[in-house]
């Protein structure tokens, strides 16, 4: 029952009403219960949850689309959703695969390109919880399982603060590392932890991707510049105000 509640408030008539000016770009992390450690808890969603936020989308009739239907245009009445996971948890294929098969949903996930199968060495290196990142195996049968795949760079670094060239690597190698892996096109691109700049989004575009996500909030109405796109983090409220309350507690943490 604690659950069915959340799921209606994510899905509440405020939400209702921004979902109506455009396309909304949900973007989780982690699926399953937290690692002890983790600095910030709400990269993750519990099991029971992301299926009842799953259900919720399903019974206001959203279909989900992939980044390029949702920027195609506005040709259809459908109400359009798009599910993506940023970095490439291990826990996601292991939990939130199946519900997605259940609600008969399809999602995106950005990978990095060097770490396939390894940590999240960039949260580690700042004393966070360690957690597995999806092997060759895995990815091929989310894969196989009608989901897509696109580039979170090689590294997951803070790309304003590289060279342009560094950047450019990141960014573009990533994409061959990942074709050349998986033998198909990489089309979409995520900015890790939503760095971005004018300069970056120009190299994305170089580099020829579809579109690249942002985590500035909001949903995509018709003509959204695709390398600019909005998500939201699906979180209840409360969560929410959890969230404001634990990001200042970080930022005035001595």
Not at 18 to 24: R, S, Y
Not at 38 to 45: E, I, K, Q, S
Not at 147 to 161: A, F, Q, V
Request: with cysteine; proline share 6%.
């Amino acid at each position: 029952m604690a659950f069915r509640f959340l799921a209606m408030v994510f899905l509440s008539a405020a939400q209702r009403r921004l979902f109506a000016t455009g396309v909304p770009i949900l973007t989780y992390h982690s699926v399953g219960p937290r690692a002890a450690g983790a600095r910030d808890p709400f990269l993750y969603v519990p099991t029971a949850q992301f299926d009842a936020q799953l259900a919720r989308l399903r019974s206001e009739s959203f279909q989900t689309v992939s980044l390029s239907e949702a920027v195609a245009g506005p040709e259809d009445s459908a109400r359009k959703v798009v599910i993506t996971f940023d970095d490439g948890c291990a826990n996601v294929f292991q939990n939130a695969l199946p519900a997605l098969a259940k609600h008969q949903a399809k999602a995106i996930q950005f990978l990095i390109a060097k770490l396939i199968g390894g940590k999240n060495d960039w949260m580690i290196k700042h004393g966070d919880a360690p957690e597995t990142l999806m092997d060759v195996t895995q990815i091929k049968e989310w894969l196989a399982a009608g989901h897509e795949i696109g580039s979170h760079t090689s590294t997951h670094p803070n790309l304003p603060k590289l060279s342009l060239a560094a950047a450019r690597e990141e960014i573009a190698g990533s994409k061959k590392i990942l074709e050349d892996f998986f033998g198909q096109p990489v089309r979409h691109f995520a900015y890790p932890g939503g760095k971005w700049n004018e300069a970056l989004r120009d190299i994305v575009a170089e580099a020829g991707y579809e579109t690249a996500c942002t985590t500035n909030f909001g949903v995509n109405p018709p003509g959204a510049p695709r390398h600019e796109l909005r998500r939201i983090v699906p979180l209840t409220r409360s969560e929410l105000i959890g969230k404001s309350f634990h990001r200042l507690r970080r930022k005035f943490r001595p």
